[in-house]
């Protein structure tokens, strides 16, 4: 006979005693957490942007260079409004661009140079350029973790930035973050790039001075580097010189007897060859020495000035090519022709030069009905 008890619901009483015990305290603040949250979704405008940014506001400095790195269109009308109002403030700074082969220490010898300056009460900004990937778009900026101590200093700011796919990793809106920064106060300006290519004519193009990283061990060395280079370089070091310092003097001979070769850049100053080692801190203070010597060169000739009035025009010139390309490829027609024309060229239908002489006839026909 089928026992009652199975349907009784468990109406018995269990013996079974839970005590309810103590209420554990929260392990988060909620009323910091529910701020902090209210102050996210509050979207600053452009008054509070450009206020937070003159009074050194890191974070509001962050947020506005988010928009000048956003490709919305929305984003990019407000970062324009609030490089606009900041460009008077800009322009006071130190601009310096550290480049050099993968390993050569770039990331050690801003940290090492950044602290030295920051201990001489200087502020300095970096701006760390991570090349995005090719396959993904997506990128480790992983330069705060390379430079620890200076992540974590008052007077410094690192800001890792992708490449998106630009010219060797030193985008256009590189500019305009220096710009934004010099408003913030930070009157020493470090741009490193992703490692020898074409990034440098890029960076070269948007700083005073133009630093070269080297290392000896590194078999030829004068095989190992681009002369265009080595003529945009105003300085070379020989990094990690403390492991060998025989064969590091060797091989600044070696660039010293290269430059020589080289015509006398434009702006009058003999590049300089020294020995460094970032990690030991040895000839980090004769290199600012040696960039401070360049400013006051160049500025008692006027190179200095002239150089950043190229810039400024060469500024006009990339962002009327960027905003051309980008309307380009926004326009319905060109969107919507130009899968078939990559599918014509992978059938050996038509050739890439005629394809792209076809889509630009379309765009502008395009164009020209839309008036």
Not at 132 to 158: H, Q
Not at 283 to 294: A, H, P, R, T
Not at 303 to 323: C, D, G
Request: glycine share 8%; proline share 3%.
């Amino acid at each position: 006979m089928e026992d009652k008890r199975l349907h009784s619901n468990f109406d018995y009483e269990s013996a079974l005693n839970v005590q309810k015990g103590i209420e554990q305290p929260d392990i988060i603040n909620n009323s910091y957490l529910s701020r902090m949250r209210a102050i996210k979704k509050a979207e600053p405008t452009v008054e509070e942007l450009v206020a937070g940014i003159l009074e050194g506001n890191r974070t509001l400095l962050s947020r506005a260079i988010t928009l000048v790195e956003s490709t919305l269109p929305a984003h990019q009308d407000k970062a324009q409004a609030v490089i606009e109002r900041c460009l008077p403030h800009s322009g006071k700074s130190i601009r310096l661009g550290i480049t050099g082969v993968p390993g050569a220490g770039k990331s050690t010898t801003i940290e090492a140079l950044g602290t030295m300056l920051t201990s001489h009460n200087h502020k300095v900004a970096v701006l760390a350029i991570d090349p995005s990937s090719e396959r993904s778009g997506g990128s480790i900026l992983g330069d705060k973790t390379r430079m620890e101590a200076l992540s974590i200093d008052p007077n410094a700011f690192i800001r890792p930035s992708p490449s998106a796919g630009s010219l060797g990793g030193v985008a256009r809106k590189t500019r305009e973050i220096i710009l934004l920064c010099e408003a913030a106060g930070f009157d020493v300006i470090i741009v490193e790039t992703v490692g020898v290519g074409q990034s440098e004519v890029a960076a070269h193009s948007m700083v005073d001075f133009f630093l070269l990283l080297q290392l000896a061990n590194t078999g030829d060395e004068l095989q190992g580097i681009k002369r265009g280079i080595m003529e945009m370089a105003d300085m070379i070091t020989i990094n990690k010189s403390d492991i060998d310092k025989t064969k590091s003097e060797l091989a600044a001979t070696q660039y010293r007897n290269a430059l020589h070769l080289f015509p006398m850049p434009e702006s009058g100053w003999l590049p300089k060859v020294m020995l460094s080692s970032a990690y030991s801190g040895m000839g980090i203070e004769e290199l600012w020495n040696n960039v401070m010597d360049y400013v006051a060169f160049t500025k008692s000739n006027g190179y200095f000035y002239q150089k950043r009035q190229k810039q400024n025009i060469r500024i006009l010139s990339e962002t009327i090519e960027a905003s051309l390309k980008e309307h380009f490829y926004n326009n319905e027609i060109v969107e919507h022709e130009l899968a078939t024309a990559k599918e014509n060229i992978l059938a050996d239908k038509v050739s890439g030069y005629k394809a792209a002489e076809q889509l630009i006839a379309l765009y502008f026909d395009n164009i020209s009905k839309n008036k």
